[in-house]
């Protein structure tokens, strides 16, 4: 829908889009072993992670991958405009020798 606000026409209604981080590729999660998947393979199949934190379980790696769109008048809470959104979430956690004692991930494949 576009809009004419005051004699200013908005035509067109482009969109933009936003992305974060790069996809994530499901078949690399899947090969992820406990106890024998390295640090060094991680950081390979998947680049270097948006975040790093050590904590008491270990080092923990957060890789994140955001994609969405919105309208170029966007106004959510009055209910014009719009956009999608969606994303993936891979979260690794270390042993002190630098193995993968967990993972998860959240979201699911993007072409």
């Known amino acids: 829908m576009c809009l004419s606000l005051a004699g200013l026409s908005l035509g067109g209604c482009a969109k933009s889009a936003t992305l974060e981080g790069k996809p994530i590729p499901a078949d690399r999660v899947a090969g992820i072993v406990a106890g024998r998947t390295t640090e060094a393979e991680i950081r390979e199949w998947f680049g270097p992670p948006a975040d790093v934190v050590v904590t008491n379980a270990g080092k923990v790696l957060t890789y994140q991958y955001r994609k969405g769109s ?34 998860t991930f959240i979201g699911g494949p993007f072409q």
């Open 70 to 103: 919105a309208g170029l008048l966007s106004l959510p809470l009055l209910g014009i405009g719009g956009g999608t959104a969606s994303g993936q979430m891979l979260i690794v956690t270390l042993d002190d020798r630098g193995r993968v004692v967990r993972h």
